[in-house]
């Protein structure tokens, strides 16, 4: 793979690698996504038989080094994966979003080099990952966490619940972080590789939920679950790092996701608004409606910046804490926007399930919550300013 560009080039200038990356998955989502979206949302079902033609274009391992079987890109390339998924279906690019930008980014960047020789070419092949840091009591409050994981000679013995776990069914690798010592408050968490399969491990309810509806959303629950001393991912009580940094490039993956719903919304809109006549015109000829979607483009735009500045950032090995939060903050915020004038735009059409519209706004609604509230990135962009400008 040659590097994504020269330092110098435009944000949005893709090399030829990373063109032909984002057209293979823009054909792949619109040939073989596209046809089953509106089944899956209405089911609430994710359709396994995608699975296997993920691992076939490589979004299972996409910046995993080809040493271990992954496709040897870069987080950029992640990016566009998702965002081009979820152009389509969001619920299917937040199964790729979590494995790649979460799962495998916690793999490895701290797992031993013995366990990722063990899960990255597992991960890459098409074994689904996770990540469960959240609990029916710790969500904004991550450290809170309850989730006790006791020594026993070697192993590890895990005991409690999470919740909210996307992927949940049909992941086959979860990392998860619990407690060694509730005493130690965040300095006692410490991420876990867990397999399904593994006595003591259940995936308990699945959420239903307003969008993101195909996408498994689970509890998981652990009784007494033995987990070897080998599955510790990275240091013991230092899970609280990992969890952090791995969250700020997984909300990268999420700006992406947002960026790509809000285009999936406008394309359609674009072209019903050329369409559709009011008053011996196609309302696409109204200013009023052309001023809409002119502010709409700009704020997409500025969306796509900043996450293509934050994901360009990781891959050039800089400090991204600031730029993930500001892109997941704004591209959450600019595709509720986007999405509802779109519905807006349609007029009653847009309310039903006939069009696409509503179902980018229901899948819209997450962003501002999940990888951290709006609240919460603002929390790390106030932290982060007021640190550099004091
Ligand atoms: C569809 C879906 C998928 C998810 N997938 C995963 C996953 O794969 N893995 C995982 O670990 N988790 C996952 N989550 C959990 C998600 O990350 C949490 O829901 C989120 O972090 C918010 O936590 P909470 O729901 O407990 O809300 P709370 O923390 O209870 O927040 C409620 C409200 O209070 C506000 N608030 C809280 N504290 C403060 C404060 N100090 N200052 C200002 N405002 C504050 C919040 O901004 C929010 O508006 C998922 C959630 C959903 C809905």
């Known amino acids: 793979m040659t590097s994504p560009t020269a330092p110098t080039a435009p944000l949005t200038q893709l090399s030829d690698d990373e063109n032909m990356f984002r057209q ?3 054909d792949f989502a619109e040939a073989e996504v596209a046809p089953l979206v509106h089944d899956m949302d209405a089911k609430a079902q994710f359709d396994r038989a995608l699975l296997p033609k993920f691992a076939e274009l490589g979004l299972f391992g996409i910046d995993v080094p080809e040493r271990f079987g992954g496709a040897g890109g870069t987080f950029f390339m992640s990016v566009l994966a998702v965002e081009e998924l979820s152009r389509v279906d969001a619920s299917t690019s937040v199964l790729v979003d979590v494995h790649n930008t979460l799962a495998i980014v916690a793999v490895q960047q701290f797992g031993s080099e013995a366990l990722q020789a063990r899960y990255l ?3 890459a092949a098409g074994e689904v ?3 469960a840091l959240s609990e029916a009591n ?17 192993d590890w013995v895990l005991n409690g619940q999470k919740l909210w776990i996307t992927n949940g069914n049909e992941a086959d690798l979860f990392v998860v972080f619990a407690t060694v010592d509730p005493a130690k ?8 590789m867990v397999e399904r399969g593994t006595a ?3 995936v308990g309810k699945k959420e239903d939920k307003l969008g993101l509806r195909a996408s498994s959303t689970t509890e998981l629950i652990f009784e007494n679950c033995v987990i070897p001393g080998g599955n510790v991912i990275g240091e013991i009580g230092k899970g609280y790092k990992a969890a952090i940094e791995t969250l700020n490039a997984g909300r990268i993956g999420i700006g992406a996701q ?9 394309d359609a809109t674009l072209k019903y608004v050329g369409e559709r006549k009011q008053f011996g015109r196609a309302i696409g000829e109204f200013q009023g409606v052309q001023f809409q979607l002119a502010q709409a483009w700009t704020e997409l735009q500025a969306a796509r910046l900043l996450v293509y500045n934050a994901a360009r950032l990781r891959d050039a090995g800089q400090s991204h804490m600031l730029e993930g939060a500001m892109a997941k903050l704004y591209a959450s915020q600019a595709a509720e ?4 004038l779109c519905v807006d735009l349609y007029g009653g059409y847009g309310f039903t399930k006939e069009y696409p519209v509503e179902k980018y706004y229901r899948d819209a609604k997450i962003g501002t919550i999940y990888e951290g509230t709006s609240n919460m990135q603002l929390q790390t962009i106030a932290k982060a300013i007021l640190k550099l400008t004091s």
């Open 24 to 26: 293979a998955v823009r």
């Open 121 to 123: 070419p597992r991960l």
């Open 129 to 131: 990952g996770a990540y």
């Open 138 to 154: 710790s969500g904004s409050d991550a450290f809170a966490l309850e989730c006790r994981a006791e020594p026993r000679g070697d």
């Open 185 to 192: 408050g965040y300095k006692g968490i410490t991420g876990f």
């Open 200 to 202: 003591g491990f259940t």
């Open 258 to 266: 947002m960026v790509g719903i809000a285009q999936g919304a406008l």
């Open 337 to 340: 926007h986007i999405t509802s």
